[in-house]
């Protein structure tokens, strides 16, 4: 409803002057009106909403696709050289998805095929090599534009900060943290989650990194290769045995229980995987590159649209036989791409065909047909 509607609607309260019956009538015609706006800009809208509904999901698969495919290959958000490589491929690949099926979406509905007819369709069928290369490069550029991470939507490890992990609390002395990192952890936790797997349910829990056990195990090598070298001066021992490598830094990163326990099981007895799958959904930026991806479809018919109809704005109301425009026949391409049947007795302006016989006119002349364009 627009402020036209609503000025009317006023108008309409304040006239004393007129009949129960006519105001009856008149706020019906008002609503109708309003109401038949509201459906033409939700029709819309429409295609906009398949649109990123369509790309987001298959862009979400991607990634999800992507962490379980790093997971096989057992590489994880901590490896720092095929982590970034193997996420950069993954974006691409699920941007390419999306684009594809946001096409696919759309001529499926230009064909005006019902949903299980859509979902039946094979989606293989149609692919574009040109148009999934430009998806993918469009998707990875808008994916570093949002500040996204490639390595963050592969799995985490229990023996490093996981996916999730973005701010650390730096460990004092002892064992335990204490309140006021206490307080730091559980607003990190809040905010971030679990820096493993992201979840933000239970109990938050410092998790050191590196892990304590991790540590002491390379504090105790380096007391070893020590005293292997006791014997040696200590000019050679300290290019040996650095000090620095004895010093490892821990910090305390917001963790939940189930991480824990099992960092704790892989800590003690090494039985299970050191990969963690996470909601890797919740990295920025989200669906924001699949939409965008698939939103470019809808770009690329307004800016059709707009050429199209754009000669015909300049009074071209009548051209020849051959310069046949797009929307004639049984369907309309409406805005968007998307097919609506014309009714030609209600279409203003529609072209119509017709053929004459013009006397002394060569054979040829005669048969041709010429278009005139009806204005109501
Ligand atoms: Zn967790």
């Not at 304590?212 to 020590?226: D, P």
């Not at 050429?307 to 071209?316: D, E, F, H, L, M």
């Amino acid at each position: 409803m627009t402020s036209h509607h609503v000025d009317l609607i006023k108008e309409f309260l304040g006239n004393r002057s007129m009949s129960e019956s006519s105001k009856g009538r008149k706020f019906h015609n008002i609503l109708k009106a309003s109401l038949g706006q509201a459906q033409g800009i939700l029709s819309r809208l429409l295609p906009f909403g398949v649109h990123a509904f369509v790309s987001a999901i298959s862009y979400g698969s991607g990634i999800c696709l992507l962490q379980l495919l790093g997971a096989s290959l057992r590489i994880s958000c901590a490896n720092r050289l095929l982590g970034p490589c193997l996420g950069a491929i993954g974006v691409g690949a699920a941007s390419a998805l999306s684009g594809h099926m946001s096409r696919h979406a759309k001529r499926q509905m230009n064909e005006q095929k019902n949903l299980w007819q859509a979902l039946l369709s094979p989606f293989w069928s149609d692919i574009d090599i040109q148009e999934l290369l430009l998806d993918a490069f469009s998707g990875i550029m808008i994916f570093k534009l949002y500040g996204g991470s490639f390595r963050r939507l592969l799995p985490s490890n229990l023996k490093a900060a996981g996916a999730h992990a973005r701010t650390c609390v730096p460990v004092s002395a002892g064992d335990h943290a204490n309140d006021s990192q206490k307080g730091l952890l559980i607003s990190i936790y809040q905010r971030d989650g679990c820096h493993h797997c992201g979840s933000k349910r239970g109990i938050v829990i410092g998790d050191h990194i590196p892990p304590t056990k991790l540590v002491n195990e390379v504090k105790a090598q380096h007391k070893a290769v020590e005293a292997s070298l006791k014997h040696i001066p200590d000019l050679l021992r300290q290019v040996f045995v650095s000090k620095e490598s004895q010093c490892i830094k821990q910090d305390y990163y917001a963790q939940c229980q189930s991480c824990s326990q099992a960092q704790a099981s892989l800590m003690r007895h090494g039985r299970r995987s050191a990969l963690v799958l996470h909601k890797v959904w919740l990295q920025p930026p989200g669906f924001t590159p699949g939409i965008l991806v698939g939103l470019r479809q809808c770009c690329e018919d307004m800016r059709t649209i707009h050429t199209s109809t754009g000669p015909r704005s300049a009074g071209n109301a009548s051209s020849s036989k051959g310069q046949k425009r797009e929307g004639e026949g049984r369907h309309r391409r409406g805005i968007w791409g998307w097919t609506t049947p014309i009714v030609e007795e209600q279409q203003p302006g529609v072209d119509v065909y017709c053929s004459f016989e013009a006397k002394g006119l060569p054979a040829t002349t005669a048969s041709n047909s010429v278009e005139v364009t009806v204005l109501n």
